[in-house]
Every structure is written in structure tokens, then in C-alpha cells.
């Protein structure tokens, strides 16, 4: 006769297994879509131009703002708008002006947790740059993941001397 033993750990694989499909088939609609979970955490009250300019940010560990001094602001803005727009995760919320755009507001998702971070652009009121500013939503650290955003941003822009 043959007795049963209880398996605890191959019982916790077959849930963590069920639990992981469950994940991916009742995923987010829309952009959520792309990552396993969603972390969005609420939007900043105070996005936006204050005094003609992006706020500070409040920690270097999870935020990072720039200058860029450009000789045409106005088309760099535009130029990162289009490649935003095309960005995998990235979704853009908010563009202000018209008809030369001056100020836009930008999310980006992860792509394994979903946590959300916020991306704002604007025309620097001296008409000589831009500012550009991200924040992540959530936690104490985002492991670099905001001043690597802008830098590549930047770094976009370069190649055209500066737009």
C-alpha cells in the first residue's frame, strides 16, 4: 500500500506558478499592460512652472532636475515630445501652449514593477534652454533610474546642437 506525504514547497511552487499567471492575464489596461505589476502612486499636486520654473527636487535619491542651455529650446521641445511619444512606457499627460509648445508633462512606467515616474519639460522663461525635471512617485531610491532619463534626453538633443 502506498501512503501520500504532504509536500509543502511543491505546493508553494504551484501557487507561486498560479499566482504568476493570475498577474500577467489580469494585467492594467493601457500602458500598465507592459510591466507585471503597478506600483503608480498618486500624481504630485504641484507639477508645473512655478515663478517660470520646475520645482527642486526635494532628494537627489529619487529625483533629478536640469538646465539645458540650447540655442532653439522651442524645436528641442518639440524634437523630445516626438521621441516621447514613441517611447515604450512613456505616455504623455499634458502639453501647454500653443501654438509653440512651452511645457509638457510626461509619465513613464517600469517594466517589471510598474512604478511611475513623472517627466516634465518646459521652456526656461529667459528663452535660452529647457528645464527638465523627474521624479519617481514612489520609494526612497530610484537607483539612478531619473538622472539616467534626462541625461539620455539630453543626449538626444546633442548630435543636433542643441536643437
Do not use: K
Not at 131 to 153: F, H, P, T
Amino acid at each position: 500500500m502506498r501512503t501520500t506525504t504532504f509536500r509543502p514547497l511543491r505546493l508553494l511552487s504551484l501557487l507561486g506558478a498560479q499566482l504568476l499567471v493570475w498577474l500577467l492575464l489580469l494585467g492594467h489596461p493601457g500602458a500598465a499592460q507592459a510591466s507585471l505589476l503597478h506600483f503608480s502612486g498618486a500624481p504630485p499636486a504641484d507639477l508645473g512652472l512655478h515663478d517660470g520654473r520646475l520645482r527642486p527636487c526635494p532628494s537627489p535619491a529619487h529625483c533629478a532636475r536640469q538646465d539645458w542651455p540650447l540655442t532653439n529650446p522651442a524645436a528641442a521641445l518639440q524634437q523630445l515630445a516626438l521621441e516621447l511619444e514613441t517611447t515604450p512606457g512613456v505616455q504623455i499627460e499634458a502639453r501647454v501652449g500653443s501654438p509653440q509648445l512651452s511645457y509638457l508633462h510626461a509619465t513613464a512606467e517600469s517594466r517589471l514593477f510598474g512604478f511611475v515616474d513623472d517627466l516634465e519639460l518646459a521652456l526656461a522663461a529667459s528663452g535660452t534652454g529647457l528645464q527638465a525635471r523627474s521624479e519617481s512617485r514612489l520609494g526612497d531610491s530610484d537607483l539612478g533610474v531619473n538622472a539616467r532619463r534626462l541625461e539620455g534626453l539630453r543626449l538626444i538633443l546633442s548630435p543636433a546642437g542643441g536643437g
